[in-house]
């Protein structure tokens, strides 16, 4: 008998250990300050980009972004949304190599923009899109990687200012990096897609990639419970037979 309950006890707990360990794999990692495009961010052409700010912090809110602009890539046209509550500042710098804009030679460029808050900021639990109209993207480059500063209200201030390195794990504070998709052809993609009402593919794919993440974590989550209860159960079964003898 105690050869039994030895056994079972081993059973039920390895079965609650990997219940735990599989958890332990589904749950999220932190997030950063990432951007995205509203839509597709084709080279040579405009887009719309969103930085998202999360809160990690449990007792300080976000009161401020700083977000520099790439130096080899500079960007011609750089315009803000008005977001209620807080305070934006573009600043512009002058360009070694003069850019050319629609016939016209343009001497400087947007360097850093700045929002502040005005009240609370980004409180604990929350998140904030920051918008900003970009363009011309580049035409010679696959992606633009920006750096970002969240300053919190207790003065802790975080960089996101860690590049990227092909083939190696992601930083722990990475730098916000917008992919660019290939130039359109003729009329543009994004505006056949939507005459066609599909979305784009940049669109798709990141929603199916998304969708399949979503899916194995929940099937790894799913089956780890399984595991441990079933464990857990047959543990609670020897021991009561074992008293039943």
């Known amino acids: 008998m105690k050869a039994i309950s030895r056994k079972t ?15 332990a794999v589904s749950v ?64 512009k710098s002058k360009l070694a190599k003069p850019l050319e804009m629609h016939g016209e030679k343009i001497s400087e460029a947007v360097s850093k923009v700045t929002w502040t808050a005005d009240g609370k900021g980004v409180q604990p639990g929350y998140f904030q899109k920051f918008p900003l109209s970009l363009g ?22 975080v960089r996101w200012i860690e590049v990227q390195q092909k083939g190696q794990a992601e930083p722990d504070n990475p730098a ?8 359109d052809d003729a009329h543009g993609g994004a505006a056949r897609n939507a005459s066609a009402g599909s979305e784009p593919a940049a669109t798709t794919t990141a929603a199916a990639n998304g969708s399949g993440s979503d899916t ?19 543990g609670v079964f020897a021991g009561r037979r074992r008293t039943a003898a």
Request: glycine share 8%; hydrophobic share 45%.
């Open 28 to 91: 999220p990692a932190f997030a950063h300050v990432t951007v995205q495009p509203e839509g597709a961010a084709a080279k040579g052409g405009y887009a719309v980009v969103d930085f998202k700010v999360p809160n990690e912090r449990d007792n300080a809110s976000t009161t401020k972004l700083e977000v520099s602009f790439p130096a080899d890539h500079p960007l011609a046209s750089v315009m803000p949304e008005p977001i209620d509550g807080w305070k934006i500042e573009v600043t």
């Open 216 to 234: 194995t974590a929940r099937v790894l989550g799913i089956a780890g419970i399984v595991v441990g209860a079933a464990g857990v159960a047959y």
């Open 9 to 23: 006890s081993r059973l039920a707990t390895v079965g609650a250990l990997a219940g735990t360990a599989v958890l």
């Open 136 to 157: 011309a993207l580049p035409q010679d480059a696959d992606q633009l990687v920006f750096k970002a500063l969240q300053t919190y209200s207790d003065k802790e201030v």
């Open 176 to 183: 916000p990096t917008l992919q660019l998709t290939a130039a």
